[in-house]
């Protein structure tokens, strides 16, 4: 019962409220606008660690070959193989707690945002929103001619298929050609994940989907930062 209080108080109620303020302000009567503008705070509050695991994703990509080479060297001792390969995160200052905060904050928000729908907007849902929060007379679902608050292949599929493309491009760059178990990755786990984004309502997809087009923005940014700094040099 704390539990559950600690989670409905000062988890799910700043979320519906949050979320409904956007609905009636900038949003302007759109849910989906409103889901919209929540990820994109929520992904500029965590833009330094989103930095953090950029820098630390071209530390790891320097050091690959390395890795490599300790794995082949120690193939049949893990534990030392383990050691050897914290050893060399260390020295190089890769870590990836910053990825996985972030991963974990925006979990966090997926499972608040399907308690959020179920059940559909009532009038006991709303009648917890703090008093100055106004309360809409009719929640608009609608995005275009989606409707976020129901299951939507198309949306699954462009999750999907955009992650698939972000694994590849990924394997791409790596040293040496990809491995049988890259494949599988790289074809199973987006297909996984278009499955388990079907089994739910849009507004799952719509999320995710605004997170990775934040996180390509940030990519192609530092492209071009990358390409200015090559110019001047």
């Known amino acids: 019962m704390f539990l559950f209080g600690i989670w409905h108080n000062y988890l799910y109620l700043p979320l519906l409220n949050t979320l409904i303020y956007l609905y009636n302000g900038v949003a302007d009567g759109s849910l989906a606008g409103a889901v919209i503008v929540l990820t994109l705070l929520l992904r500029f509050v965590m833009l330094p660690l989103t930095i ?4 630390s994703k071209d530390k790891y990509a320097k050091i690959e070959g390395q890795m490599e080479k300790l794995s082949e060297q120690f193939k049949n001792d893990p534990v030392e193989r383990k050691e050897r390969i914290r050893r060399l995160f260390k020295a190089n200052h890769v870590n990836y707690w910053a990825k996985s905060f ?3 904050v925006q979990g966090l928000v997926l499972i608040l945002l399907y308690q959020v729908f179920i059940g559909g907007f009532n009038a006991p849902k709303l009648r917890e929103l703090y008093p100055g929060i106004m309360r809409p007379d009719y929640i608009n679902t609608q995005f275009f001619s989606f409707d976020i608050a129901v299951r939507d292949w198309k949306w699954a599929a462009a999750v999907g298929l955009l992650l698939f493309l972000e694994i ?6 790596k040293k040496g050609k990809p491995d049988a178990s890259d ?3 790289s ?6 994940t278009f ?5 739910l309502p849009m507004v799952k997809s719509l999320f995710i989907l ?3 087009l934040f996180s390509l923005m940030i990519s192609f940014l530092k492209w071009l930062k990358h390409k200015a700094g090559e110019a001047l040099s």
């Open 52 to 55: 953090i695991s950029e820098r």
């Open 102 to 104: 972030m991963l974990s």
């Open 168 to 173: 590849r491009f990924a394997n791409s760059k």
């Open 183 to 185: 494949a599988m990755y």
């Open 187 to 192: 074809f199973g786990f987006p297909f996984l």
């Open 195 to 199: 499955l388990a984004l079907y089994a």
């Open 210 to 212: 605004t997170s990775m």
